[in-house]
């Protein structure tokens, strides 16, 4: 069963990730902050993760940064869930390794949803940008 | 007797045409206050005169920069800190007569702004107007007035970062309810009875209004953001045309508008921002649907013409009261019978979309009558800084 790890630090946006990947059949773990994902990550290396930029205390890119020059960690596909849509913090994500980056309110849950059926069942995925 | 008071005579012109040089010279400096910097080049473009201003923003004393060269005496720098190269600079086209000053270049209301060098190696961001100074129809020198705009910089990116953060504070929870929603739609968490859905679908439907309504905010944030980067992507047009269609199709439906697009000229390659292209395209094309009438179409349309590609939307509905026509690019405007049928637009939609077309290099225009419909071109050149090139697909 794949594992998911969401980092995110708004309640009602966890829930509505979290409904849908279980509803996929897909376990999943929370990370609220950047220093909790790393942690979680540390102890349960997940099969992807998406991923908040403005948290409490780490922020996205922190975690980005840990997951990309870690050997073990590198691979694991990044999906950013933000709403910052600026052109430099979106090339920013991207250039350290992100897989993926969505501004949230742009776009329908079930799109991420896809996206990330892509990348866990293997299926071609065309990468989104923004 | 008579030679004598001649030259009592002259010794008080003399000693008056001094007193008026000397009351010059103090008016002079002191123009400007101690904000305004002035600065008096001749025609080679060296300087003459500078005032107290000059003197305190740029650290040099007068009698160190007279008939030296003003380029080499304050060097300009752009955004990126690239120096700026002599014969790129306003002043040696004031002088050699190519530009009559540089309000007319750059408009009154924004002037441009680059960064000035200190005598100290410092730098402070600037903003000049340079004129030449004309005798017997000749240019024999220029004057320059610039300003420090260190305030109205900070000003401006304590407004950028305050609407930035504002516009991200609102899109958090409106992205919140609309993916809640949508888990309820799937029906995952238990099944929504029809009249739920009915309810559900109402908040939706202003939850994306709102989305929206943030969205042109922050576009219109991002166009006013001088540093904003212009792509350069090569497009097909029938990629572009379909993209456009897929985005309208929803409205389109609802209005229960037919768009239309022919299919002449759709093998042709343009290069410029998809983005920005998109969205122009796809702001027409909302108008359309938006103030068509039910039963009505839009037709999406492409031609070339000597030197330029046009795109145009074309509909047939309510069109544009003549005298309104004039104010329809205004941020916030919104024609009555606009506002009669849609009353909730905000008048953001063409503002942006001229402002986007400016980025690019393009230009925007229209043909409209009332109760009869409209046309909005889109006029992109072929080979301007910001513009398209275009060819036709092998």
């Known amino acids: 069963m794949n594992h998911v790890l969401i980092v995110e630090d708004e309640d009602f946006l966890i829930r509505a990730l979290e409904d849908n990947l279980v509803a996929e059949g897909y376990t999943v773990d929370i990370a609220k902050n950047g220093a909790e994902a790393v942690e979680k990550i540390g102890k349960k290396k997940p099969d992807l993760v998406l991923l908040d930029i403005l948290m409490p205390q780490k922020d996205g890119f922190f975690v980005l940064e840990e997951i990309k020059k870690n050997p073990e960690w590198k691979l694991i596909p990044v999906i950013v869930l933000s709403n910052l849509g600026e052109d430099t913090i979106i090339k920013r994500a991207l250039e350290m390794g992100a897989d993926d980056y969505f501004v949230k309110s742009q776009h329908p849950i079930q799109e991420v949803i896809e996206k990330v059926k892509d990348y866990l069942e293997g299926r071609k995925a065309a990468k989104h940008r923004p | ?394």
Not at chain 2, 165 to 190: D, F, N
Not at chain 2, 239 to 258: G, Y
């Open chain 2, 1 to 394: 007797m008579k030679k004598v008071k001649k030259t009592k005579k002259g010794e008080e012109r003399i000693t008056k045409l001094g007193e008026t040089i000397a009351e010059q010279e103090a008016i002079f400096a002191s123009v400007g206050d101690h904000i305004m910097a002035v600065v008096v080049v001749d025609k080679n473009g060296k300087i003459i005169r500078v005032n107290k201003a000059f003197e305190m923003l740029t650290g040099w004393e007068r009698k160190e920069v007279i008939d030296k060269f003003l380029v080499a005496v304050v060097p300009r720098e752009d955004e990126n800190r690239n120096r700026v190269l002599f014969k790129e600079r306003i002043l040696s086209r004031v002088l050699s007569g190519t530009v009559l000053t540089t309000t007319v270049v750059a408009g009154i209301e924004k002037l441009p702004t680059f960064y000035y060098i200190r005598k100290n190696k410092s730098r402070f961001p600037a903003t000049s107007v340079i004129s030449p100074v004309l005798f017997k129809g000749k240019i024999v020198g220029a004057v320059e007035v610039f300003y420090d705009i260190t305030k109205e910089k900070e000003l401006e990116q304590m407004r950028m970062d305050f609407l930035s953060l504002a516009s991200h504070q609102l899109r958090t929870p409106l992205s919140g309810t609309k993916w809640l929603i949508e888990t309820m739609y799937r029906e995952i968490v238990g099944k929504i009875t029809k009249k739920q859905k009915e309810y559900l679908d109402n908040i939706y439907k202003i939850n994306e209004r709102m989305i929206r309504i943030v969205s042109d905010m922050l576009s219109m944030l991002r166009l006013e953001n001088e540093k904003t980067l212009i792509k350069k992507e090569k497009i097909s047009v029938s990629s572009l045309f379909k993209n456009v269609l897929v985005t309208a199709a929803a409205a389109a439906k609802e209005r229960k508008v037919a768009l239309q697009c022919p299919l002449n000229h759709r093998m042709l390659i343009i290069e410029t921002d998809s983005e920005i292209l998109k969205s122009i395209l796809g702001n027409f094309l909302s108008n359309a649907i938006d103030y068509s009438m039910p039963g009505q179409k839009a037709i999406l349309d492409v031609k070339e013409e000597s030197g330029a590609v046009v795109f145009s939307v074309r509909d047939f509905g309510i069109g544009i009261p003549k005298k309104e026509q004039k104010r329809i690019f205004e941020r916030f405007y919104r024609a009555s019978n606009a506002k009669n049928l849609k009353p909730t637009g905000i008048g953001f939609g063409l503002n942006i979309a001229k402002m986007l077309a400016e980025k690019i290099g393009a230009e925007i225009s229209f043909k409209s009558e009332e109760d009869k419909g409209s046309i909005f071109y889109l006029r992109i050149p072929k080979r301007s800084g910001g513009g398209v090139k275009a060819r036709k697909k092998n």
